[in-house]
């Protein structure tokens, strides 16, 4: 049993552990796969070997599965959008067009429910992030060994680490939530002034319009403002990384019983078939979700604060 | 799990995939559905249009109908009213023909009784004269006679 939990432990993490490509330092001792060790004599630029190696290299290092994939779907994405946007007609729109134009009115729909200012930029912004998260996410729903045994195969090395959900590594959802933490800020200061943006900051929730009290009442405000803002990314991404990574957790769960026996195999794809039936729902939700919060930020950062 | 350069290249990703999406997918798509919103109003409107221009002429069209109707009705009604106007004025004629004809015919019966009576006074005076001289069976003075035979004729 203990070589069993053993190689159930080695197939989870195998699968929670990105193709990493980064620096590792001159000095570095590499153990490989007979256990021996090599020390490198210059820093070197590699794929890691195991996860140890990938938590080596620190910040310099590059999940290529995860750029790879969420690259390719968003490629896909803008060649398959533009190439409909280009053929486009004004008569009656046919299969392909019809549902591109579906899309593209419930996200422009959407934004103008929520967003009531005037940039041109949220609407396709929106639409990107739904799309573009959708179909990252949707890659939890190709059975989890497909893609990673094809590309054991085509690479040759049994051992490399592939993983097809982009969502599933924080740095990408991460990434995404601090380039809308970049325009949100860019807007806010953009629409109200850099004093206007500082002010916002600090002068709020707090405020008694005497300034020997507003004096005390900055730092607190400040604190409390600079808090909720950097919230926003954070909960932003997280809650994308989170969900998917828990779904991709389970049907890495339920990839395990279909190596314990026929009848846990056939129960396996039972529960596998029906976490993928619901995971369509939590796919699409995060989707929307995401884009739905970027715009109510972009709104809050266009938003002067004439509240009080 | 590490945190590393990915999530800065997911940043620029990001930007990439979204100004191109700002540049080349929405404006192109956007346009194309406003436009067809725009062609659908017109289609509509146009269509309304068509509906109430229908309508008028329908109507119109009714109406015309009725007026003509009405026409040939009063045509119809002047041609019977002058049938029997016609028949009236024949029938008049043909009364007054009759008349004439009539009186006429009554003139010259009567002035065929009146050249009768007169041939038939002549022929008694002249009977009479006869007579009286046969019964007389003298010479009379004829012409004495004859003023008194004629005063006795004329009383006849």
């Not at chain 1, 954070?234 to 049907?251: K, Q, T, V």
């Amino acid at each position: 049993m203990a070589s069993e939990a053993q190689t159930s432990t080695s197939y989870i993490q195998h699968h929670l552990q990105n193709m990493t490509y980064g620096k590792l330092p001159a000095g570095y001792e590499r153990v490989d796969a007979e256990g021996k060790i090599h020390v490198l004599e210059h820093d070197t630029w590699t794929l890691a070997h195991s996860s140890q190696e990938a938590a080596d290299m620190g910040f310099m290092a590059l999940h290529l599965d995860t750029l790879g994939w969420s690259i390719f779907l968003g490629a896909l994405f803008c060649f398959f959008f533009a190439r409909v946007a280009k053929k486009a007609t004004v008569g009656k729109p046919t299969g392909v067009q019809s549902f591109v134009e579906l899309v593209v009115s419930f996200v422009d729909n959407t934004v103008k429910d929520i967003f009531h200012h005037k940039n041109r930029m949220i609407a396709p912004m929106g639409l990107t992030i739904f799309c573009w998260v959708f179909l990252m996410n949707l890659m939890d729903l190709v059975p989890i060994d497909w893609l990673p045994l094809a590309a054991a195969k085509i690479s040759g090395d049994d051992h490399l680490f592939f993983k097809v959900v982009p969502t599933t590594d924080p740095n990408a959802t991460l990434g995404m939530a601090i380039s809308v933490f970049v325009l949100m800020v860019f807007f806010s200061i953009k629409q109200k002034g850099l004093v206007g943006f500082i002010k916002e900051l600090t002068l709020h929730p707090f405020h008694s319009g005497k300034w020997f009290v507003d004096i005390f009442l900055i730092p607190i405000n400040f604190i409390l403002e600079t808090v909720s803002l950097i919230a926003k990314p954070i909960s932003l991404g997280l809650r994308l990384f989170g969900n998917l990574y828990a779904g991709e957790m389970i049907f890495i769960l339920i990839a395990l019983m279909f190596s314990a026996g026929l009848f846990l195999g056939i129960f396996g794809g039972v529960l596998q078939w029906g976490w993928a039936v619901f995971h369509i729902l939590v796919i699409t939700l995060q989707a929307f979700v995401f884009m739905v919060l970027t715009t109510v930020y972009m709104a809050m950062a266009h938003d002067h604060g004439d509240e009080h | 799990m590490n945190i590393n350069l990915t999530l800065i290249g997911q940043s620029i990703t990001f930007f990439v995939f979204v100004a191109f999406c700002w540049k080349y997918v929405w404006p192109a798509l956007i346009s194309v559905m406003e436009e067809r919103e725009q062609k659908i109003a017109a289609g509509l409107e146009a269509a309304e249009r068509a509906d109430k221009d229908l309508e008028l002429a329908q109507k119109k069209a009714t109406e015309q109908l009725r007026e003509a109707k009405e026409q040939a009705a009063a045509i119809v009604e002047q041609a019977n009213k002058r049938a029997t106007q016609l028949i009236d004025e024949a029938k008049e004629q043909a009364v007054a023909e009759a008349d004439r004809v009539k009186a006429a015919a009554e003139a010259e019966v009567e002035q065929m009784t009146n050249r009768a009576k007169e041939e038939l006074r002549g022929k008694v005076a002249a009977l009479a004269l006869a007579g009286a001289s046969q019964v007389l069976q003298a010479n009379i003075d004829e012409a004495a006679n004859a003023e008194l035979v004629n005063k006795l004729a004329a009383e006849l």
